[in-house]
């Protein structure tokens, strides 16, 4: 079997009340075991404070573990990172503002060693007609492209994403996933943490749930929603069916009827999701009993 491209072995982070709280120490993550292989495209979904940066973190050697172990590609994240193997877009990090979009391109890929690279990720990250723009001029979406491109300079075997599309509009959202999804077609494997549920949803082929600092599902994504999001069927009623407060209910009542000789029964009509899912999973043991 080839190399994981990670493997976290009961992966333990611990931090220090904050000072004057005397209260114990927080445990964000909390004895995780998780294997990706290559070419996966994993979401990190959690609500705030479930852990998800402290392991991405991890993941990229910017912070010790307390316990347990991560490998990239089996060595330590800081290998993998200075191999060039794993590169990441997070949600801190600064870009020089008075750099255009090409130069701050060109320093980095300097830095790697890879200025033949220049060209190529300004084009998949979308900035060929950015390029020759000041970075203070950017909207907060087009920086987080930048970003990206930033992250694909050392043709990384891994990338990480922190809250990848934040700032981006629907379509800029849409190319960012297009690109991504193109990527992982040639085999680069994808890790990424997000609030937004329907990109794991869309995006993602696994999805690991996590909250206080745990993982709480870790399936193909279409597998969690079916599990706890519920199955649903969905339909679009014909147009006179659907009044403004709503479906008409002797029309559904009508499509009982029929539906029943099919052996269909409690037809209802709602929505499966991953949402459902995550509430589900995340809620703390006392919102699960209200
Ligand atoms: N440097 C730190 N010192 C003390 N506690 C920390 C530190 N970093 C994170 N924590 C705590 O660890 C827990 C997990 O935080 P983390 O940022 O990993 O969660 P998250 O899932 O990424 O949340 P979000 O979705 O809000 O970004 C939280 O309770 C947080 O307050």
Request: aromatic content about 0%; proline content about 9%; overall charge negative.
């Given at each position: 079997m080839s190399t994981p491209a990670v493997r976290m072995n009961a992966l333990t982070k611990t931090f220090a009340a904050p000072?004057?709280?005397?209260g114990p120490p927080v445990?964000?993550?909390?004895?995780v075991d998780l294997t990706i292989r290559p070419g996966e495209v994993v979401a990190f979904l959690g609500p705030n404070g479930a852990g998800k940066t402290t392991t991405v973190d991890m993941l990229l050697g910017l912070t010790e573990p307390t316990s347990g172990s991560v490998e990239v590609y089996g060595v330590s994240p800081r290998r993998a990172v200075a191999a060039g193997r794993v590169s990441a877009v997070l949600q801190t990090g600064g870009l020089l503002p008075d750099f255009t979009v090409r130069e701050t391109v060109r320093a980095v890929a300097a830095l790697h060693g890879r200025p033949d690279r220049v060209d190529h990720v300004l084009e998949r990250a979308g900035l060929g007609e950015l390029a020759g723009r000041l970075v203070q001029a950017c909207s907060g979406g087009e920086q987080q492209r930048l970003k990206f491109a930033l992250a694909l300079v050392p043709d990384p075997d891994l990338v990480v994403l922190d809250e990848?599309?934040?700032?981006?509009d629907v379509g800029a959202r849409r190319d960012f996933w297009d690109t991504m999804r193109a990527d992982a077609a040639a085999g680069r494997t994808i890790v990424f943490a997000t609030h937004y549920l329907a990109e794991a949803d869309e995006f993602a082929d696994r999805t690991v749930l996590m909250a206080r600092g745990r993982i709480v599902a870790d399936a193909p994504t279409v597998e969690v929603r079916a599990a706890y999001g519920g199955r649903s069927v969905t339909f679009r009623p014909p147009?006179?069916?659907?009044h403004p407060e709503g479906v008409d209910p002797a029309w559904l009542e009508q499509v009982r009827d029929r539906l029943a000789p099919l052996?269909?029964?409690?037809l209802d009509v709602s929505s499966a999701s991953l949402e459902a899912a995550f509430l589900a999973l995340t809620a703390t043991p006392e919102e699960a009993l209200r």
């Open positions: 000072v004057g709280s005397h445990k964000a993550v909390d004895a990848p599309t934040t700032g981006m147009p006179e069916a659907v052996g269909v029964t409690d």
